[in-house]
């Protein structure tokens, strides 16, 4: 089966930097997302990586390993705006994204 | 980026009436939109993929005829829940792509929070 494993729940501290691992088992793989969802919104898209490598965007970076069937979504300088929920998105080979319940992350002054 | 738009934001009905969303593309075609149904504290859940001009494709588990979906332009699909009961209650995001990609970035909308008495 398709399968996403992230943790539940993190916390960090203003200013710190975190890093949130997600381990996934799809049939295929076109890839993969990582999607910031505030409480009560709909979800944005931070990065996309079909690659093995990091991918940096200011202060977001995504890694991906294919072989490993990993990834991970580094956060810098943590602002308090990034208290979230951070979705692990891989696309299997028919192009279909398999959504988990995310990491919810918080961050303490 | 691109913006998808969605409307209502939030909708309070009474059970047994029909509660039609919207959802549009404001600066790209989008010719498939998905929508996407999400309980508290649970991932989203891939509804139903909506095609301009043709039937849309619906998951497995959801009726077809409860949720009727219309895709009639390259910029709006709706999504109308029929006959809502409490059970409906939920929070409903639509989202598409530019172009006819399968890959690339997923636009989302605001999404639409229902609330059925």
């Known amino acids: 089966g398709q399968n996403i494993d992230q943790p539940t729940e993190m916390t960090a501290t203003e200013g710190a930097i975190v890093q949130i691992n997600c381990t996934y088992q799809?049939?295929?793989?076109?890839?993969l997302f990582w999607y910031q969802q505030h409480a009560g919104e709909a979800p944005t898209f931070l990065s996309y990586?079909?690659l093995d490598g990091l991918e940096e965007k200011g202060r977001f970076s995504s890694f991906l390993s294919r072989s490993k069937g990993y990834s991970y979504l580094l956060l810098k300088e943590l602002q308090m705006k990034d208290s979230a929920s951070y979705l692990c998105?891989?696309?299997?080979?028919?192009?279909?994204?398999?959504w988990g319940a995310g990491t919810k992350l918080i961050i303490k002054p | 980026g691109a913006v998808v738009s969605q409307h209502p934001s939030r909708v309070i009905c009474k059970s047994g009436t029909s509660v039609k969303i919207e959802c549009r593309s404001l600066?790209?075609?989008?010719?498939?939109m998905f929508w996407y149904r999400q309980f508290p504290k649970q991932s989203l859940m891939l509804m139903a993929t909506s095609n301009e001009g043709s039937k849309a494709t619906y998951e497995q588990g959801v009726e077809k005829d409860k949720f009727l979906i219309n895709h009639a332009s390259l910029t709006l699909s709706t999504l109308t829940v029929t006959s809502a009961h409490p059970e409906d209650s939920s929070f409903y995001i639509c989202?598409?792509?530019?172009?006819?990609?399968?890959?690339?970035?997923?636009?989302f909308g605001e999404g639409s929070r229902l609330t059925v008495l």
């Open positions: 989202s598409a792509r530019e172009g006819g990609s399968d890959t690339g970035e997923l636009f």
């Open positions: 998105v891989p696309m299997d080979s028919n192009y279909q994204l398999i």
């Open positions: 799809t049939s295929g793989f076109n890839g």
């Open positions: 600066d790209f075609q989008a010719t498939t």
């Open positions: 990586n079909v």
